[in-house]
């Protein structure tokens, strides 16, 4: 089975903070996104990779960035983190051939106050 | 640009009553379609998917969507609920932006299932 896994299901963050956001799949997926979920809102693409060191902006990428540097490995960075960035974080990843079907992590609930 | 509509966002309905939760798509070009799922405190599993072939896809669980291409709908059924259905539920279609395959999700549709 595919896994996916982010580092922390519940984070209380501060207002100003940096905060970094791990995502690890196990399956040597080529691609991963990062998404925000909320309420009426449904998912929202924040970035995805395609490959090591790749980066595309999604829907919504301000105020935020990622880093690629291993295949596993996908990280979603608040620079400064703010109250309208209070949300649930899901990860995914998909391999370049398979029917689009993305398999995803079990979210990261961030609070920043 | 792609999007998707659930038209409702709440959907009650009693144990062992049959369910739809219905789901539209803008897309002028050909779109994979999926229906995903998520219990409470967890992330997204996938429910069912249509990728080609016959337009009435199944799930293990009992579940079933069709794809009405004319219509642009997915809409995902269910003759009869069980309390363990009680989640939230996302369409999604898959569409080809800028050389990426990307998801685009619908507000989802959260189905509470009553004794």
């Known amino acids: ?113 | 640009a792609q999007s998707v509509t659930q038209l409702d966002s709440q959907v009650p309905v009693f144990e062992e009553a049959p369910v739809e939760l219905r789901c539209n798509y803008s897309s002028s070009v050909s779109v994979y379609l999926f229906w995903y799922v998520q219990y409470p405190n967890q992330g997204l599993q996938l429910l069912l998917k249509y990728l080609s072939g016959s337009t009435l896809v199944e799930s293990i669980n009992g579940f079933e969507a069709e794809f009405n291409k004319s219509q642009t709908s997915f809409h995902l059924r269910k003759p009869s609920v069980h309390i363990s259905d009680t989640a939230e539920y996302f369409c999604a279609v898959s569409v080809r932006i800028q050389g990426a395959q990307k998801l685009v999700f619908g507000q989802g549709t959260r189905l509470t299932i009553n004794p």
């Open chain 1, 1 to 113: 089975d595919v896994k996916v896994t982010q580092s922390s299901r519940y984070l209380v963050k501060r207002t100003g903070e940096k905060v970094f956001l791990e995502c690890v799949q196990d399956m040597d997926h080529e691609n991963m996104f990062w998404y925000r979920q909320d309420p009426g809102l449904g998912l929202r693409l924040i970035y995805f990779s395609y490959d090591v060191k790749m980066k595309e902006k999604g829907d919504i990428p301000e105020g935020y960035s990622v880093s690629r540097e291993k295949k596993e490995r996908f990280s979603l960075i608040l620079e400064s983190a703010s109250t309208n960035q209070t949300s649930m974080y899901l990860c995914a990843s998909r391999p370049t051939s398979g029917g689009a079907v993305q398999y995803f992590g079990p979210g990261t609930r961030l609070t920043v106050t």
